[in-house]
């Protein structure tokens, strides 16, 4: 057996690392198309209390760079707040967004539901977030749900 063949019980020991290798690789190359301008433009050092509602749709104005089920959002005073799930933290900060960057937000029926779709957008670029119809109480509570600019 020649000494440069390698086994499927050597693959087994190699995969984990190669797996985990793109993971990170994947995660660097999905926060530069748009996360990571909008983490550097509106850092955001803590969490801040309230709400967190799950996206289940979250796109930064190029179709490669969209997150499914992964994307968190809070609102406060200040604005927007986005943070990934635990899985997905590498290379993606949590930012706050002002609301003076909020451009639309809108209710929209889908077949047989309906949610809120708020679009985002400023020097740093576009977010187009899914969030489900429970984020109403605080749409209201920050008088933004019939808000559309320009």
Do not use: C
Not at 53 to 80: D, H, K, M, Q
Not at 112 to 128: L, Q
């Amino acid at each position: 057996m020649s000494p440069s063949r390698i086994n499927g019980h050597e693959l087994w020991l190699i995969f984990p690392f190669f797996f985990v290798g793109m993971w990170v690789f994947v995660s660097f190359v999905i926060s530069r198309m748009g996360w990571n301008a909008f983490a550097t433009r509106y850092p955001a050092e803590t969490r801040p209390t309230g709400t967190a509602y799950n996206s289940p749709s979250t796109w930064f104005g190029f179709f490669l760079a969209r997150y499914g089920n992964v994307v968190r959002v809070i609102f406060t005073e200040a604005g927007v707040y986005f943070y990934p799930l635990f899985l997905f933290r590498a290379f993606h900060r949590p930012f706050l967004v002002p609301w003076e960057s909020v451009r639309r937000v809108e209710r929209q029926k889908v077949l047989f539901s309906s949610r809120y779709r708020v679009d985002i957008e400023d020097e740093a670029g576009e977010i187009h977030v899914i969030l489900p119809l429970r984020v109403e109480q605080d749409l209201l509570k920050y008088k933004i749900t019939k808000r559309t600019k320009g």
